[in-house]
């Protein structure tokens, strides 16, 4: 687990601004898309996308349609990062507060900082946290 946490994390050089999502299954593209705008309407554009490994996909599909590269964190992880949110449905789910938001800090690396917690998409389906790490 700590080499797959380590690849993600030597991915991202110097401060970068990563989006992190966790979504329901019923979530499409168009729920990740839209929280992504939101995201960026609030905070600024985002350098990568990230999601849990087990949720790749449809992350990788969007960072594909706006040209940015899509970061992996192992499932496993999740459970070991304290968040800003607590959602008892993740949590028990999940083994942690928010999916979006672990992600985001797994993702940006050491010593990373949530920008604020999660924004949830207007239908309900996905939320995405935008997480700033200085691995140098």
């Not at 380590?6 to 729920?31: D, K, T, Y």
Request: hydrophobic letters at 45%; a positive charge.
């Amino acid at each position: 687990m700590k080499d797959a946490i380590s690849g993600a994390m030597n991915e991202v050089s110097e401060a970068q601004r990563v989006a992190g999502f966790g979504f329901r299954r019923q979530a499409r593209l168009a729920s990740l898309a839209e929280a992504l705008d939101r995201l960026e309407a609030h905070h600024g554009p985002v350098e990568r996308l990230a999601a849990a490994a087990s949720m790749r996909p449809l992350v990788k599909a969007l960072g594909e349609a706006r040209g940015l590269v899509t970061l992996s964190v192992p499932d496993e992880a999740l459970a070991t990062v304290a968040t800003l949110t607590r959602s008892p449905h993740s949590q028990q789910a999940r083994g942690t507060g928010s999916v979006a938001e672990a992600v985001a800090l797994l993702a940006a690396g050491p010593g990373a900082t949530l920008i604020g917690p999660r924004l949830i998409s207007t239908d309900r389906r996905a939320t995405v946290a935008l997480a700033t790490g200085d691995t140098t």
